[in-house]
């Protein structure tokens, strides 16, 4: 079992930058891909960055690609999503995620667990 946190959300302005970070417990932090999603009032929940495990191959959503950087720290079990240049289309309540698996990892259904979320606003 793998409980994720998520933290550092919160009211910014556009234009501005936030980093996000999700804890997960358990020893076996290293062996999860972490993913991060976010989902807008009315809307689906979209894929935003994921980061494998291994090789820490990263991925990201066209939408917040070259604004936004995944990482993690396997010593700290956290995964850290940073993201800049925010547009309030950015709104949303932001998931981190862990998957065993290292490819696929943009499909909601492949991760295993799931943190509860942090809310990030984005005002014009």
């Known amino acids: 079992q793998v409980q994720l946190v998520e933290s550092g959300g919160g009211l910014v302005q556009a234009g501005g930058s936030l980093r996000l970070s999700c804890v997960a417990s358990?020893?076996?932090?290293?062996?999860?891909?972490m993913g991060w999603f976010r989902q807008a009032p009315g809307k689906e929940r979209e894929f935003v960055a994921v980061?494998?495990?291994?090789?820490?191959?990263?991925s990201y959503a066209d939408s917040v690609k070259g604004r936004s950087t995944i990482s993690r720290d396997n010593a700290k079990n956290t995964v850290y999503l940073r993201m800049s240049s925010l547009k309030p289309e950015d709104t949303a309540v932001y998931y981190c995620?862990?998957?065993?698996?290292?490819?696929?990892?943009?499909?909601?259904?492949?991760?295993?667990?799931w943190g509860q979320g942090t809310q990030v606003t984005v005002s014009s």
């Open positions: 995620a862990a998957s065993q698996r290292r490819s696929g990892l943009a499909r909601s259904p492949i991760y295993d667990y």
């Open positions: 358990g020893r076996t932090f290293s062996s999860y891909s």
């Open positions: 980061i494998t495990w291994g090789e820490r191959v990263t």
